[in-house]
C-alpha cells in the first residue's frame, strides 16, 4: 500500500497537497473526491484525513495498484529491509516541488513572498523537515545515518535527488549559487546560528563562521524574515538563538550576500541542538 503527500486533482498541471484537500476538506464533493489521480502514472487514488484525522494523506484506491512502471511503489521499496526505527514512508512518498534538485531553478511565475511561502513552506515541509532530522545520527555530527545515506526523494517533475544531495553546508550552498550564475533554488541548509539582529521590522539570522572551515562554514551566509512574516513567528525567533539547525527553504545570492528566506520557523526548522 503506498501512500502519498500530492495528488493531480482533475486537469490542474500543479499537484495538490493533502494538507490542502484536508484544509478544504468540506468544499470536496463525493465526486469531487473520485477525482485524485497518482501524480506519475494517473491511476485514480483515494484521500484519508488519517486514523484521528491528523494525517492526511492519498492512499490507492480499493483494488487499483500503481502501474508497473510507477515511482511511487518504487521509492517505498527503498525502505524494504531497513529498520524501522523512524517514520520514512512519509519521506520518501512527500513529492518535492520540481525546483527542488539543485540544477532546477524556481519557476518565474512563483514570485511574491507569499506565492513562495505558499507553495514551499506548508504544513506538509514541517512533516519533511522533521522527518529529516530523525535520520541524522546525534552521535556523528548530524550526518545522515550510515542505513539512509541512499535514500531518494521523489520531485514533481518525475525525477528523484539523494537526500546527502540537498542537505548543504552554507559554504555548499553558496559554492552551488556562484556556479550555476545565482539562481535560487531549494534546499536544506545545516548550520549553527550565531547572531540575530533586527532591522527596520525584518531579521537577519547569521550562521557561524570559521577560519578553518572544518563544518564547511568559512564564508557568511544568512537566514532572512521578512518583516510580513515577523508577527506568526515572533514567539519563536529566540528558540533559534546558538543553534544548530537544518532549515528547508529557497537559497538565493542577493544585494545583501548569500542568504534563505525564512517564512515560518515552525515548518521550516528543525533544531538539532542547541550550546
Ligand atoms: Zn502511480
Redesign the pocket.
Known sequence: MSRMSHARYRNESEPMSAFDVDDNYDSFTDNDRREFR?F????QIQFSRGRSHDDPHFKNWPSKN??SH????NAIKQLDGKKKEVELETLVSTILPRAMSSNKTISPSVKTYKDKEKKYVGKQTRKFIYDIKNILDPYNKFEVLNDYRDLKFLTEDNDEVCVTDIILTQDQIIESLDANGGESFICILKATVSKITEIRGSYIFDMTKAQNAKYGNSKNFKLYMNYDFVEKNEDKIDSMKKSLIVCYGIASKTDYGYQMELYSIKNQVAILTTF
Do not use: D, I
Open positions: 497518482c506519475f502514472c494517473n491511476t500503481h502501474e510507477c515511482k511511487v511503489p
